[in-house]
């Protein structure tokens, strides 16, 4: 499967059995940071975004490079192999404040 966006390529590639079927973004292999694998789905390729946006940004400015991540890479469905895009995010403070809602659990 290929789908064609002004600048980037998805195509559903060949590889090992392991990955038979993961979808990969052509043009973005800077910003491939790996896979994720979650219960009953992956492999899922994985992409730093910030690394997508540094790549679009060598041909357009900011915010065009961010509107097109946002509606042509982001926004854009491939199946259950759609790659998904990584964003460091810095905790601020003790995991132990946050609500209880937003940590999982520990085994009694």
Known sequence: MIIKTRRV???????????????????LSEAFMG???????????????????EILGEDMDEDEAIEYFDFNIMGLWAGDTTPVFFEPVKIVGDIEDAPEWHRLHEPE
Do not use: W
Request: without cysteine.
């Open 9 to 27: 390529m998805v195509k559903a590639y060949d590889l090992d059995d392991e990955y038979d079927d993961m979808t990969l973004y052509h043009g």
């Open 35 to 53: 896979v994720i694998y979650r219960y009953n789905e992956g492999p899922m390729a994985v992409y730093d975004k910030g690394k997508v946006l």
